[in-house]
C-alpha cells in the first residue's frame, strides 16, 4: 500500500479481555515500530522490528503486552487481560533500515478499555 | 522518553510571530528527526538532522542540530493557522535505529 495501515481504527473493550491490533507497513521497509501515545502525552517506546533479528523489547510496559511480526511484513500487537490503564492511542511505523530514512507512521489505532 | 526533553510544552502566539521550539537530550543525538501531529492524527515527518551543525529548511520551518549533536531547534517564521498543532522530536540515542520522542510541543496560532 502507498502507507501503513492500521486495523481497527478505533477498539473498544471490556477490563479484562484480549485485544489485537493490526499493523501493515510499507512495503520493502524493514523496521517496524510500534508506540503507545496516552491523552496528553509523547510516544512511549513498545517494541522494534528489524528484519530477522531479534525484536526490542525493552519498552512493553508488561508481559500482557506481545508482539510479532509475521514474514517480515504484517504485525500483531496483543494486549492480554486488558487494564484501563492501558487505553491510550497505539501507534505503528515502518522505514527502510538504512540510517538515513525517517519514520512512516500509520494513523493508529485507538484503544478504549472500559 | 524522558532523555529527551522538549520546549516549551505548549505555545500560543499570534499568526506572523516567529517562534522556536527546543529538543534537548543528555546524550549524543545520531539521528534527530521533527515530526508533527494533528488532532486525531498520525505524524507527519518534517525533517531529519544527522550531523552536528546541520541546518534544514522547509518552506517557513527551519531545523537546526548543534555541533555536540546533544540539542535541536525548530523555527518556525511568520506562522500562520496551518502550523498549529503538536510537534514532536524523536532521536536515536543508541545508534540502533530505534527512535525515541520527547513529550511533544502543542502550538497554537492564533488569526
Known amino acids: 500500500g502507498a502507507g501503513v495501515s492500521q486495523s481497527p481504527s478505533n477498539k473498544v473493550t471490556e477490563k479484562g479481555k484480549d485485544v489485537e491490533l493490526r499493523c501493515d507497513p510499507i512495503?520493502?521497509?524493514?523496521?517496524l515500530y510500534w508506540y503507545r501515545q496516552s491523552l496528553g502525552q509523547g510516544l512511549e517506546f513498545l517494541i522494534y522490528?528489524?528484519?530477522?533479528?531479534?525484536?526490542?523489547k525493552s519498552g512493553l510496559p508488561s508481559d500482557r503486552f506481545s508482539a510479532e511480526r509475521t514474514g517480515g511484513s504484517v504485525s500483531t500487537l496483543t494486549i492480554q487481560r486488558t487494564q484501563q490503564e492501558d487505553s491510550a492511542v497505539y501507534l505503528c511505523?515502518?522505514?527502510?533500515?538504512?540510517?538515513?530514512?525517517?519514520?512512516?507512521f500509520g494513523n493508529g489505532t485507538r484503544l478504549t478499555v472500559t | 522518553s524522558q532523555e529527551l526533553e522538549q520546549s516549551p510544552q505548549s505555545l500560543i502566539v499570534q499568526e506572523g510571530k516567529n517562534l522556536t521550539i527546543n529538543c534537548t537530550s543528555s546524550?549524543?543525538?545520531?539521528?534527530l528527526y521533527w515530526y508533527k501531529q494533528k488532532y486525531g492524527e498520525g505524524l507527519i515527518f518534517l525533517m531529519m538532522?544527522?550531523?552536528?551543525?546541520e541546518e534544514k529548511s522547509h518552506e517557513k520551518i527551519t531545523a537546526k542540530l548543534d555541533e555536540k549533536k546533544q540539542q535541536s531547534s525548530l523555527h518556525i517564521t511568520a506562522s500562520q493557522p496551518s502550523h498549529a498543532g503538536i510537534y514532536l522530536c524523536g532521536a536515536d540515542l543508541t545508534g540502533a535505529n530505534n527512535l525515541f520522542f520527547g513529550t511533544g510541543t502543542r502550538l497554537t496560532v492564533i488569526p
Open positions: 522490528f528489524q528484519g530477522n533479528s531479534a525484536p526490542d
Open positions: 512495503s520493502g521497509h524493514t523496521a
Open positions: 538532522l544527522q550531523k552536528g551543525g
Open positions: 511505523a515502518s522505514s527502510q533500515r538504512d540510517g538515513n530514512s525517517p519514520l512512516h
Open positions: 546524550k549524543t543525538l545520531y539521528g
